[in-house]
């Protein structure tokens, strides 16, 4: 079975720390890694990764992908309250089947 | 304006009652989606469309189905064999067709649905 494993499952830390977020899965015929930010209601896109060792970057938040050893990081550096979020790690399979991991809520303290 | 939008935004049934879930994109997108979301559990894949007149049973399928008779329209309808209705469920498109894979996927505000 398709699975998405996300840890911690909850953290928190001060603001300017920063912090690493994880993503594993084991999905048959894998064909992208995404992340969203999830604050409200919908979440919103932040990276989408296809190629193992490329890191994607946009401002201080940065992710890479390990396809040898099934897994991905993202990156918030210096951290900011707005930060405080759910982070979303997504697979895309066999099928375009595209699924979740149960997210990571993350909470900066000023 | 492109986007993707779902209505209700707050939806109150019954037990018993089947009721159905409007997503509608404008964004020229061939996939949609339908997660549920509890407290806890992260998005969960109900079903999903490649194309018109084709859809996939998700990893919760059983007591929901699904029409794609229009490529901007995939309505989710919760039946009253689902055992626990009452969630959060969202609404995504994203341009993945058969042989193009993008998969960044665009939400619609989502349908909070409470069932007593």
């Known amino acids: 079975e398709d699975k998405v494993v996300q840890s911690p499952l909850s953290l928190v830390v001060h603001e300017g720390d920063t912090v690493t977020l994880n993503c594993s899965y084991e999905?048959?015929?894998?064909?992208?890694l995404l992340w969203y930010k999830q604050e409200k209601k919908a979440p919103t896109f932040l990276f989408m990764l296809t190629s193992s060792g490329i890191e994607k970057k946009s401002g201080r938040l940065s992710s890479i992908l390990d396809k040898k050893e099934l897994f991905s990081i993202l990156n918030i550096t210096a951290t900011q309250t707005g930060d405080s979020a759910v982070y979303l790690c997504a697979v895309a399979g066999r099928d375009d089947k595209i699924i979740f991991g149960k997210g990571t809520r993350l909470h900066i303290l000023p | 304006d492109g986007g993707i939008t779902q209505s209700p935004k707050y939806l109150f049934r019954k037990e018993g009652q089947n009721v159905t879930l409007s997503c509608e994109q404008n964004l020229n997108h061939d996939a949609m989606y339908w997660y549920r979301q509890d407290p806890g559990q992260g998005l969960r894949l109900i079903y999903y469309s490649q194309i018109v007149n084709d859809f996939q049973k998700g990893d919760i399928a059983e007591g929901y189905s699904v029409s794609r008779e229009k490529k901007e329209s995939f309505p989710l309808t919760v039946t009253s064999a689902q055992k626990n209705p009452t969630a959060f469920y969202l609404c995504?498109?994203?341009?993945?067709?058969?042989?193009?894979?993008?998969?960044?996927?665009?939400f619609g505000p989502g349908t909070r649905l409470t069932v007593t």
């Open positions: 999905v048959t015929n894998f064909r992208s």
């Open positions: 995504a498109s994203s341009t993945t067709g058969t042989g193009y894979f993008n998969y960044e996927q665009y």
